[in-house]
């Protein structure tokens, strides 16, 4: 059965630091690994999905890297702003159900002005 | 462009009453639709998905069910509400092709 693992569960860093978010999954087998963004009490934003075929992806700050083999992913962000905090959740689409996703259970991040 | 609705925004219900949250999806056909539950600090845990009309699949035996009426409507009920259902109730739906999955802005419900 595959679990999604995301550590630390929160985390606070000053503005202009780079940070790391990890997530861990237990089966290789997945089609894709998707980041996403949850404001307070809002829905959620995807942030960068990475087919299992890729080793990472790009937008802007964020750079999401995908080590399929050790069942990791991490979320690079680069200078960190307020803007930044919210919660980052990581989701892998396993093989065998393709038709879910199968969620972490978040890192929540505050970046201090 | 798609979008995607869901109401109410936040209810409260006392325990044993029925539930009903709908969702709309809008500028899309045939979508497949999920139906999610979020509860505090976790991440979210999968309760119904649809591939099409009247096309339900459930993932986890509960209070709840689901029906899909029309192509773009996602209906979440209950016939008697339990303390455990409170919680942040999300809508999100993928096209056929689509590697991602859209979300609504959620309902919070709190059962008292």
């Known amino acids: 059965k595959q679990e999604v693992t995301q550590i630390p569960a929160a985390l606070s860093v000053p503005e202009g630091e780079n940070l790391v978010l990890n997530c861990s999954f237990t089966d290789s087998a997945i089609y894709n690994l998707q980041w996403f963004r949850q404001d307070p009490g809002k829905g959620l934003t995807s942030l960068l999905l990475i087919q299992s075929s890729q080793r990472e992806q790009t937008s802007g700050r964020l750079n999401a890297s995908l080590d399929k083999s050790s069942g990791r992913s991490t979320l690079y962000i680069a200078a960190s702003q307020p803007g930044d905090s919210a919660t980052y959740l990581c989701?892998?689409?396993?093989?065998?159900?393709?038709?879910?996703?199968?969620f972490g259970s978040g890192t929540r991040l505050l970046v201090r002005p | 462009s798609q979008t995607i609705h869901q109401w109410p925004a936040t209810l409260v219900q006392p325990v044993g009453s029925p539930l009903s949250l709908e969702c709309t999806v809008e500028?899309?056909?045939?979508?497949?639709l999920y139906w999610y539950r979020q509860a505090a600090g976790r991440g979210l845990q999968l309760l119904f998905y649809s591939v099409g009309i009247g096309q339900i699949s459930s993932e986890v035996p509960q209070n709840l069910s689901a029906s899909r009426p029309q192509d773009r409507q996602f209906i979440l009920s209950s016939k008697k509400l339990l303390l455990s259902d409170s919680g942040f109730y999300l809508c999100?739906?993928?096209?056929?092709?689509?590697?991602?999955?859209?979300f609504g802005p959620g309902t919070r419900l709190l059962v008292l």
């Open positions: 999100a739906w993928r096209g056929l092709a689509g590697e991602t999955q859209y």
């Open positions: 500028g899309t056909s045939n979508p497949n």
């Open positions: 989701a892998v689409r396993p093989m065998d159900s393709s038709y879910k996703l199968i």
